[in-house]
Each structure stands twice: as C-alpha cells, then as structure tokens.
C-alpha cells in the first residue's frame, strides 16, 4: 500500500468517525432538549426530526403574524367535514349548553369544564391565517381562551411533554409539545369573526394552533391529556395524522 | 491535481496537450454534489407535483381558497374532493408521503448546495469554471456562442474541457438566483417560520403569492434540467456522462 493511499485511508476512517460521533453527541443533544418528533422512525425520520429540531429552536417564542380586520377572508371558508356522529347530534341539539371538556393525565386536579365556565375566563381573540396542507387558506378572527389558562387552572406536572388533544369524532386526536401548548396564541377558540364558532369551522369548540397547518386545529374538542410521553397512545406516532401518513409536526 | 486544463475560460484556447488520463473533468466533490442534487431534485419534483394536484389553483396575495378569485387554474383533475375543476373524478391523495418526501429531499438538497457553494470559493471551481473571462463578455464572443446553439452544432473537442459562455451564466443563475428563490419561496409557506421571520412572506406580498412564486421558480427549475439533459445528449450523452460520474473526460468524438 502506498504512502498516499495510506493516508487517504486514514483520514477517510478519521472523518467517518468524527462523522458518526458526531451524529450519536447530535441526536443525544436533541433527545435532551425534546428536539426529536414522535414520528423519528422510518426512511423520512432524518428530515423530520431537521424539520422540527431546527423550527423549535427558531420558533419557541416567535407570534403567527396577526392580521388587520379588514384582511378577514370573507365568507370564511368552511372546509368540508364528515358527518357529526350521534354523541355530537345530542349536544347540538342542546345548544352545546353540555359540551364537555375534560383534562386527565399528568396535572394535579382532574376537571371537565363546559362551555360556560370556559367563556367565563378572559376571552382573548387573535386575526390569524389557517393554511390548509393543501395549499388553500383563509384569514379569521378566532375568539377562545389561552390553553396555557385551563392549563394553569388544572395544574400541570412539570415532568409533563405533550398534550394530547381529541375530537367527539373518534380517531380524530392530534398532540403538540409544550412549546405550543403554553404559547400565548394557542386558543381553545369558541367563537370567530365576532359571533359563535360556526359547526363547519370547529365549533363549539376548536383547538386553534395558528403556527402549524391546519390539520393540526383539531375540530370538536372533548378532551385533553397531559402526558411526558405519546408512546401509549395509539400507535405511539404521536398523533392519528403519522398513523394516516402524515407529519406529526406541521409547522412547515 | 492537475487543474491546468481547467484554467482557460475561452473554449478554443483550451490546451488539448494538456489533457492527459490522469486529469479529472470533474472533481469529486462537484460529482457527489451534482448527483445528491439530482435525486433531490427528481424527489421534489415528483412529490411537489403531488403537493400541487391536491389544489391545482393559484391565487396572489394572502389567502386563497375555493370561494376567492384565481390568479390562474392548472386544467388537471385534483386529488381532493373540495376542488371544483370540472372533472367528473378525483385522483388518488398523495400528500402524506409526498409532504414527507419533499421536505426531506429540501434539507439533503439545501445542505448539500450549502457544501457545493462553500466548497467552489475556497477550490477555484467558481473563478475558473463558473464565472466568465473578461473575452467571454464580448458581444462577439456571445454572438458566436448563441450562434453554435441555434445551429445545434456539437460542441468542439476542448468545449469538453471547459464551459462556454452561456453555459457559465446559467449554472450562475441557476445556484445564485433560481436555488435561493426556490428555498426562500417555500420557507415563506412555513406558517411557523414565518413568525420567527414575517419577511420572508411579507416581502413577497402574501403567503399565497409565495406560493405562486415557488410553482413559478420550480418551473424554471424543470425547464433549465430540460435543456440541460438535452445539451448533453447533443454534446455527446456517454462521455459527458462518464465525465460526471467517473470524473475522466473522453479525448475521442462519439456519434450519437
């Protein structure tokens, strides 16, 4: 063997270490500081877990853009949705007086809220953006009150990770980490564009999540659960979306 | 290395005594690149065509859905049942795995251009290969040149050895203006990157025309891969592609 071809090799053996080393000190950094999506695994794991290591380092703080009144689209697009089942039929024709919002898991006080109690905190309203992963979207005023409030009024662990958020539509449940959930624009929105949330926008109650794509503003909200880990639930994928073969994480 | 080959820009004062067995057309770099960069740009193709038939609408400005105005329609059938199109069907949904796909393909390409534009200040790939000479910028020399290609002459023996002047100001574009673009487009999508950057979309006038832009860019894109593979196959499809993927250049003439 040569001298130079030595030296190749040995240099070549010395960066695919590096590199390796590199790779495993990486994704145990990332384990570290939640940086790694439920939905790792698999051949788009890599891209998945650059997509949202690198979006919550950037965003953890960061506001959607707000918009101007006048920027509302008009009329708000109501995107199509599968026929309410019997449970929500029964509510809607009490007026939703009895929609219930139940929170179990990791939080000190197990509660169920209903609608009256909810509308009771302060109100906060956001004019933001839905972006459908489709490509279409609309701008609307959306009226609720901050998850990080209900959250505060449970109290959550502080081992807690992720909420996991469900619709009366069953198998319809996505999870966020805690970044979103105590973001100040997370809402659990009543109301939009000053009156009641419409039925084919979410209402009575929608889990708003104005940083991610639509699909991650859950319509029909019933329940939550505060958990540090979204491997018992369902698949283990984090959300019924990956188990559908979609992202976890859409914020992009 | 030898790179003296390399070093003239004008193609006919390419030394051909210089070149010899030993010397590379391509460094290696520049071929892992190129071919890193191929196959993401195949993927993203494929999965943002997709992305697109799930909504073949275009709009300007913020928003944009069913109930607004188009800037323009795509006369395909949609893969979504909410697009009115006008087709009697809808195609099979394939956003999930092309959603997953393109984003995927987008860091690969993104952190692979990232090496390739560091990588060609620092080796001279740049200043000898990519950039003109100062006798390249002459309007004769580009007459000559845009003349050669719309007779569709094949190219001379040396042209293997170096790029003219049109291919020069091409691949310029295509890595400083049409990537960036491209890359710039689709953040300004990213409902979560752009509340940590509002300008990347405001700068663009909406997150809607973002959208645009980026079908408009990846068009571009689509068209200069066009011409390019059709370049090589008249330059001579087996030895440029021996050039690309073994790095020898052929001294011989092939027929097509």
Redesign the interface.
């Given at each position: 063997m040569s001298d130079l071809s030595r030296r190749k090799l040995i240099k070549t053996g010395l960066a695919a270490t590096a590199g390796v080393a590199g790779l495993g000190v990486g994704a145990l950094i990332a384990q570290r500081y939640g940086l790694v999506p439920p939905d790792h695994g698999g051949i788009y794991g890599l891209g998945e877990t650059l997509t949202y290591a690198s979006q919550r380092l950037l965003t953890r703080h960061s506001l959607a853009r707000e918009f101007h009144p006048s920027q509302i689209s008009k009329p708000p697009l109501a995107n199509e949705i599968a026929p309410p089942n019997d449970a929500f039929k029964r509510l809607q024709a009490g007026g939703f007086a009895d929609w219930p919002l139940s929170i179990n898991g990791m939080v000190d006080r197990r509660a169920t809220f209903s609608l009256a109690q909810l509308k009771s905190y302060p109100s906060r309203s956001q004019i933001t953006q839905l972006a459908c992963e489709e490509g279409w979207s609309y701008i609307a005023e959306w009226i609720g009150v901050p998850l990080s409030h209900v959250l505060d009024v449970v109290g959550v662990h502080p081992q807690a990770k992720y909420i996991a958020y469900f619709s009366i539509e069953p198998d319809w449940w996505e999870s966020m980490d805690m970044a979103d959930a105590l973001h100040p624009q997370t809402f659990l929105a009543y109301g939009m564009n000053g009156g009641e949330l419409p039925v084919g926008n979410g209402g009575p109650l929608r889990l708003r999540l104005p940083r991610q794509l639509g699909y991650k503003s859950v319509k029909f909200i019933t329940h939550l659960t505060v958990t540090d880990s979204l491997k018992s639930f369902g698949k283990g994928l984090g959300s019924a979306s990956p188990e559908a073969g979609y992202a976890w994480y859409a914020g992009i | 290395m030898s790179d003296s080959a390399f070093l003239p820009s004008s193609a006919s004062a390419v030394p051909v005594a210089t070149i010899t067995s030993r010397t590379s057309r391509h460094s290696a770099l520049v071929r892992v690149t190129h071919w890193i960069t191929t196959l993401c740009f195949l993927a993203l193709l494929v999965s943002g065509a997709e992305?697109?038939v799930?909504?073949p609408?275009f709009y300007w400005g913020?928003?944009?859905?069913?109930?607004?105005p188009t800037l323009f329609k795509l006369p395909i059938p949609a893969s979504?049942?909410?697009?009115p199109t006008g087709y009697g069907y809808v195609l099979p949904d394939q956003?999930?795995?092309s959603?997953?796909?393109h984003?995927?393909?987008?860091?690969?390409v993104v952190l692979t251009g990232l090496l390739y534009t560091i990588s060609i200040f620092f080796t001279g790939h740049l200043r000898k290969n990519l950039l003109p000479g100062n006798s390249d910028l002459s309007l004769r020399a580009f007459s000559t040149v845009i003349a050669n290609h719309l007779r569709f002459q094949r190219p001379s023996e040396a042209e293997a050895w170096s790029y003219n002047v049109l291919q020069r100001l091409t691949y310029l574009f295509v890595i400083f203006v049409l990537f960036p673009l491209v890359i710039w487009t689709g953040?300004a999508?990213?409902?979560?990157?752009?509340?940590?950057?509002?300008a990347t979309?405001t700068l663009l006038g909406g997150?809607?025309s973002a959208?645009t832009l980026h079908f408009f860019v990846s068009v571009a894109l689509l068209l200069f891969l066009l011409v390019h593979v059709g370049l090589v196959c008249l330059a001579g499809f087996r030895s440029r592609m021996r050039a690309m993927i073994t790095g020898r250049a052929g001294t011989h003439r092939e027929g097509i």
């Open positions: - | 992305i697109v799930s909504h609408r913020e928003t944009g859905n069913v109930l607004t979504r049942r909410l697009v956003n999930g795995w959603r997953y796909l984003f995927q393909a987008a860091w690969i953040l999508m990213s409902p979560a990157f752009v509340s940590a950057v509002p979309v997150q809607q959208r």
